[in-house]
């Protein structure tokens, strides 16, 4: 089985654009988690998409935001980007919740 | 709300040394737990994950973790660490609302 994929692998932006990521999960699974990583703050969850629906919601600001498809992939979207958006942003996917995810190898978005 | 802690924030041993990285977590109710490790360059990949049963699990290329529910937690062990366990070691927990919380991560550095 394939596993999870992302684009782009690397990204750089400039203040007060926004940015689009995306994700394809690992074929059958249905649900797909985002995180942002740095080194200060760990992995933070960002949100979670079920059929299309977001069914969970970190503590990140409106200007983050997601969808997902009928086919399971995802996307992320980061409007009017500041530089404190610098990080890896990572896609997990997973059959359900409370499932095992698995990882893809994740977004790194500098912001100049 | 939920948290994971890790308290171990760099660990640095030499091969043959025996490993034990910490995990706390807040929650009451049932979990699912997991440790992960992210090699250099390389995705975040589970290391092994507790779901019910026997509260001593074991994972891939040696590594163990025991559930004490009594104390929240959820410590990662190996007898004998090798250099190419060098790495970053995340544990997490599922519980309630389907959300995956993450620690800040444990970098482990093995001398050879």
């Given amino acids: 089985k394939a596993g999870v994929t992302q684009t782009p692998r690397y990204l750089i ?10 994700c394809s999960p690992i074929s059958g699974h249905r649900s797909v988690s985002w995180y942002q990583q740095t080194p200060g703050q760990g992995l933070q969850f960002l949100f979670e998409y079920f059929s299309e629906t977001q069914r969970n919601k970190g503590n990140f600001p409106g200007r983050f935001s997601g969808r997902q498809f009928s086919n399971s992939r995802s996307e992320m979207n980061v409007s009017t980007l500041e530089l404190g958006d610098s990080a890896l942003y990572l896609c997990a996917s997973s059959r359900d919740s409370l499932e095992t995810q698995y990882f893809g190898p994740g977004t790194r978005l500098l912001v100049l | 709300a939920q948290s994971v802690s890790q308290h171990n924030h760099h660990v640095i041993l030499s091969e043959a040394a025996s490993l034990e990285l910490g995990c706390n977590y807040s929650y009451g109710g049932t979990v699912n737990l997991f440790w992960y490790v992210q090699y250099p360059g390389q995705h975040l990949q589970l290391l092994l994950k507790y779901f019910s049963g026997d509260p001593l699990v074991k994972g891939i290329k040696g590594f163990e973790a025991e559930f004490i529910k009594s104390k929240f ?3 990662l062990r190996k007898p004998s660490v090798q250099w190419s366990d060098t790495a970053e070691y995340f544990c997490a927990v599922n519980g309630s609302l389907n959300k995956f919380y993450f620690g800040s991560g444990t970098k482990l550095n093995v001398k050879p």
Avoid: A, E, I, P
């Fill in chain 1, 13 to 22: 932006k400039t203040r007060g654009q926004q940015v689009t990521l995306s």
């Fill in chain 2, 73 to 75: 937690s959820f410590n």
